[in-house]
C-alpha cells in the first residue's frame, strides 16, 4: 500500500486544475477535508480524489461538452 501523500494547497490546486486561492478557500470552509499546519492548509490526495468525485457527478464535464457540441452540428 503506499504511504498517505499530502499536498499543500499550491500542489492540490495543481492536481485539481484549480486556481490556488479556490483551492485555499475550499480547504479553509471545509469543502475540501483539509488541516492547517502552521500557516499552510494540506490534504491528502485521497480527499482531493474524493472531491474530485463529487464535482463530476455535480458537473460532467463531458455530457455538457457533448451537449454544446450537438449545438453546433450542422443541418443540412
Known amino acids: 500500500m ?3 501523500k499530502w ?3 499550491v500542489e492540490a490546486a495543481k492536481y485539481l486544475d484549480m486556481h490556488p ?4 478557500e475550499y480547504m479553509r ?3 475540501i477535508h483539509a488541516k492547517k499546519t502552521g500557516k499552510k492548509w494540506v490534504a491528502l490526495r485521497e480527499s482531493l480524489d474524493e472531491y474530485r468525485v463529487r464535482r463530476d ?9 457533448s451537449e454544446v457540441a450537438k ?3 450542422r443541418v443540412d
Open 21 to 24: 486561492s479556490t483551492m485555499r
Open 2 to 4: 503506499e504511504p498517505e
Open 7 to 9: 499536498l499543500d494547497g
Open 57 to 65: 457527478e455535480k458537473w460532467p464535464v463531458k455530457d455538457i461538452i
Open 71 to 73: 449545438s453546433f452540428e
Open 29 to 31: 470552509r471545509g469543502v
